[in-house]
């Protein structure tokens, strides 16, 4: 089992940014293709972003394109938002993927997330 430990949330004003991390303590992430998720409360766990094991291939949702950008070193995966909005405001999650070579799919590895408030 992969411990994941998100950190970086926080509160924000509208059209500011934060960076969210995602770690595995005492351990690389380089063997994983991972995604950010989020969920607002009442609503339905969504896709955020993903990114293969290499970095060189990275997929977005529709809310987030050109707002978010993720990346990765081999012991953190990170998650840079700009631009944020009030419909922004989740709970952020990473997962981790121990099975795809090139792209992504969802693991079973999830983290507690972390809680991001969009909010003037």
């Known amino acids: 089992q992969v411990q994941l430990t998100e950190s970086g949330g926080g509160l924000v004003q509208p059209g500011g940014s934060l960076r969210l991390s995602c770690a595995a303590p005492?351990?690389?992430?380089?063997?994983?293709?991972m995604g950010w998720f989020r969920q607002a409360p009442g609503k339905e766990r969504e896709f955020v972003a993903a990114?293969?094991?290499?970095?060189?291939w990275t997929y977005y949702g529709d809310s987030v394109n050109g707002r978010f950008t993720v990346s990765r070193e081999n012991a953190k995966v990170y998650l840079q938002m700009d631009n944020l909005k009030p419909t922004d405001t989740a709970v952020y999650l990473c997962?981790?993927?121990?099975?795809?070579?090139?792209?992504?799919?969802?693991?079973?590895?999830w983290g507690q997330g972390t809680h991001v408030t969009v909010s003037s």
């Open positions: 997962n981790a993927d121990p099975a795809s070579d090139v792209h992504y799919v969802i693991g079973p590895h």
């Open positions: 005492g351990r690389t992430l380089s063997r994983y293709a």
């Open positions: 990114i293969s094991r290499s970095g060189t």
